[in-house]
């Protein structure tokens, strides 16, 4: 009876808090721009996540989980390893590796990024507008994280993250720290989760903090997500998601998720002719998210786990993730 007291309890702080970002939504934001090290809001490491719409604070579960919310994590009970690799646009590469390791009842998870622009990809110039040759990358952004995580009363998953952030854009280098907190409360049975958490929280000017919050609805067929984010430097955003699930009962191979996502960014023109965008109709969008997923819990004795975003940007073209990970 106590636990279920908290519960309630929890419920109507974190219902009420997700009322008070939303009634911000509407509002004008001054500070577009002021905060540094804005790769940290591009989702790598965490392709459900972005195919969903951004809607994954609430969802968040294993290794992916390293990247977006750390309270997801309190939940895994195998050691599990993911490799990941987003192509982004201009020939942008982010790659990640995140490694989750049950210790008791509490779960400890590790994570390194590497996001990297060849120079000679570059077009820099000098302040006369003369081109300048840029050998070697020139974007070395590097980022190394700490998570522990453990469930509490079997329903309330709580999680933290500390960020080493070192970013090296074109001999420009910045060395910051930043740190994730967050929680997810699980309701009948995982059917219904409210998620919330602090992202990148640290020096407002150097990195991207975020306040953000989600629910999902889970059954066996599908879930539905929502979130809302509110970073610093902008209005605040709204994702929503939808993943079809085909169980792993039913094709007595694996399971297969089929992903949907809307996220209101701003649109950024025209997808060019021939893009990939272009071919399925969605030049003219870059709020639409896809992406799938695929799940065996018996290769080889291991479980492995297949996941692909796309995410359609217009003029600037579609950025790719994909993530492997083995659970052992």
């Known amino acids: ?4 007291k908290y519960i309630k309890i929890l419920t109507i702080v974190t219902i009420f808090s997700l009322f008070g970002v939303s ?6 934001y001054k500070k577009a721009g002021t905060s540094a090290s804005a790769f940290m809001k591009l989702g790598t490491g965490a392709p459900e996540a972005q195919a969903l719409g951004n809607a994954y604070t609430a969802l968040s579960s294993g290794s992916q989980a390293l990247f977006w919310n750390p309270a997801g994590i309190a939940t895994s009970t195998t050691r599990e390893v993911q490799v990941s690799h987003m192509q982004w646009y201009e020939g942008v590469g982010d790659s990640a590796l995140g490694y989750i390791q049950p210790i008791g009842r509490t779960i400890l998870g590790v ?19 003369w081109r300048q040759e840029i050998t070697g990358d020139a974007i070395k952004d590097f980022v190394g994280t700490i998570s522990l995580a453990r469930t509490f009363f079997g329903v309330l998953d709580i999680g933290g993250t500390a960020k080493y952030i070192n970013e090296d854009n074109v001999g420009t280098k910045n ?43 889970n059954t066996k067929y599908f879930t539905l ?39 209101n ?3 950024t023109g025209w997808a060019e ?47 790719h993730q994909l993530a492997v990970r083995l659970q052992f």
């Open 225 to 263: 997500a929502g979130e809302l984010v509110d970073y610093v430097d902008d209005k605040v955003r709204y994702g929503v998601g939808l993943a079809i699930h085909i169980p792993e009962d039913v094709v007595q191979v694996a399971s297969f998720d089929i992903r949907v996502g809307y996220y």
């Open 23 to 28: 009634l911000q939504a509407a509002a004008p």
């Open 111 to 129: 994570s390194l990024r590497y996001m990297r622009l060849d120079g000679s990809k570059l077009d820099a110039r000098d302040e006369g507008g």
């Open 1 to 4: 009876m106590k636990n279920t």
């Open 265 to 267: 960014r701003e649109n």
């Open 175 to 217: 060395i910051n720290p930043a740190f994730d907190v967050g929680g997810r409360l699980r309701i009948a049975h995982n059917k219904f989760i409210i998620g919330v958490m602090g992202q990148n929280l640290g020096d407002k000017e150097e990195v991207p903090s975020a306040l953000r919050g989600g629910v999902a609805i």
């Open 273 to 319: 002719d021939g893009d990939i965008a272009e071919k399925i109709g969605l030049e003219t969008t870059s709020k639409i998210t896809l992406g799938f997923g695929f799940y065996s819990s018996e290769v080889l004795g291991y479980g492995l786990g297949l996941d692909y975003a796309m995410m359609p940007s217009g003029v600037l073209g579609t950025a």
